[in-house]
Each structure stands twice: as C-alpha cells, then as structure tokens.
C-alpha cells in the first residue's frame, strides 16, 4: 500500500510542476496526514493540509489549486465522510477529487505507531519514476530497483531507475553519499562495474530530485539523447 500512495503523491507533485491544478485527497486517518507531513519535510516546501468539513474544504482547495498550481495542497477526509460526498456526484468538483483521491488503508494500532517508512531516497525515486513516466521521450524506458546479473559485493547489483535496452543506468544518492568516504568510495566501484558493462550512468542528488524533479529529468533526456545518437551512427 504505501509504496502506491507514495508513488501516486510523486505523480499530483508534476502534475502541479507542470501548473495542472491538482488537489491531493487523503482518504483515511491520520496516517495520511503523517506521511503528507514527512512529504513536505522531505520537499523542503510548505503544503497545505486541510481538514473539516469536507465540502467547504474542497472548494476552498479547489480555489487555492487555481489561483496557484504549483503549490502543494491536500485535503484530509474520513472514508466515509468521502463516499457520502462523491455519491451520485457528477460536477467538477467531483472530477478534481477523483484525479487526487489517494486511499490511505486502515491498519492495526500497532502499525499504525509506527513512524511511515518514508526517506529522502524513496521519496526521490518514486518522484523522478513518476516524472519519466509522464514524459513522452522516457515513457516506458526505466524500471525501479532492478537487479542486474553482474555482483556488485555479496548480492546481485541494484540500479535505482535502469533501462536496460538504452543501457543507462541512474542512482539517486542521498547527501550522506558524499559526506561519509566509505559511501563515496562504494559508489565509485559502482561507477566503475556499471562502465564495464556499457552503462551511462547518471547520478543525482536525492534533494535536488524532490524539490524539483524538472532538472533531472532533463538530464536524463540529455543522456536518451546521447544513447538513440550513438545507436544512429
């Protein structure tokens, strides 16, 4: 469940880049509201998270998402309250909760303790995937967290965005990567296993890919561009 609520709060992040009014509606509890809360953390943005009554409060989200696009807005709303609301409507508001609508499961109070697993590099991952995704030069092209058959230490090795036909293979490092030496020292090896066997590989800052995903899928296509240019020689 939480990695398709993560991946669909990736996909309303560039719709809004892209100035698409687009409201974000958490059906559910106060889990929604933890990981919405970690969302923005993780952003470094302020969002708006309203709650209350729930048609007040999705024509006043509605109104804010028009007049700015860009910037974060969710509503948090109970299960039921949702479905007596969206019930036999039809009008546009309707449509606006439908494009958003992102079902939080009920879960037992033990898990529900427990802090969301939501970090600065799933975050990043989910939220460049989605942007490739939504791209028409890139659709299609990348897979998350895929093996290759080459090791890399004791397991098989990773590749956090790979495409294998383009042979480019992207890994999303957080800030740690370059401050601790045995990190920075691991993913040169990487570097070097992934060149040996004919990878492109792009590296990008995990930050710099949550706060604004629209440079790094630019740089991505710059390095499509140079794969399909290779192929045409």
């Known amino acids: 469940m939480f990695d398709s609520v993560l991946r669909r709060l990736a996909r309303d992040h560039w719709v809004r880049l892209?100035?698409?009014?687009r409201v974000?509606?958490?059906?559910?509890?106060d889990r929604g509201r933890e990981i919405w809360e970690q969302w923005?953390?993780?952003?470094?943005?302020?969002?708006?998270?309203l709650q209350g009554e729930f048609d007040q409060r999705i024509r006043e989200a509605v109104a804010r998402a028009a007049a700015d696009p860009t910037?974060?807005?969710?509503?948090?709303?109970?299960?039921?309250?949702?479905a007596r609301w969206r019930t036999g409507r039809r009008d546009r508001l309707a449509a606006m909760v439908d494009e958003g609508w992102i079902a939080i499961a009920d879960e037992p109070a033990a898990e529900r303790a427990r802090p969301a697993?939501?970090?600065?590099?799933?975050?990043?991952?989910?939220?460049?995937?989605?942007?490739?995704e939504a791209t028409p030069a890139t659709v299609g092209r990348f897979r998350l967290?895929?093996?290759?058959s080459v090791r890399f230490g004791p397991a098989a090795?990773?590749?956090?965005?790979?495409?294998?036909?383009?042979?480019i293979a992207i890994e999303i490092d957080g800030f740690h990567h370059f401050a601790d030496p045995d990190c920075y020292r691991r993913d040169r090896r990487k570097d070097l296993l992934l060149q040996t066997q004919g990878f492109l590989v792009v590296r990008l800052l995990a930050e710099d890919v949550v706060r604004d995903v629209r440079s790094a899928v630019n740089v991505v296509c710059q390095?499509?561009?140079y794969r399909l240019e290779e192929r045409a020689r």
């Open 71 to 82: 910037h974060p807005i969710a509503v948090l709303v109970a299960a039921d309250a949702a």
């Open 157 to 167: 090795a990773e590749i956090d965005l790979l495409s294998r036909g383009d042979r």
């Open 223 to 225: 390095a499509l561009a």
């Open 18 to 21: 892209h100035g698409t009014p």
């Open 40 to 49: 923005m953390a993780l952003a470094s943005t302020a969002g708006s998270l």
């Open 117 to 132: 697993n939501l970090d600065a590099r799933s975050v990043a991952e989910a939220t460049l995937f989605e942007a490739l």
């Open 24 to 29: 974000t509606v958490l059906v559910g509890g």
């Open 145 to 148: 967290n895929e093996a290759l």
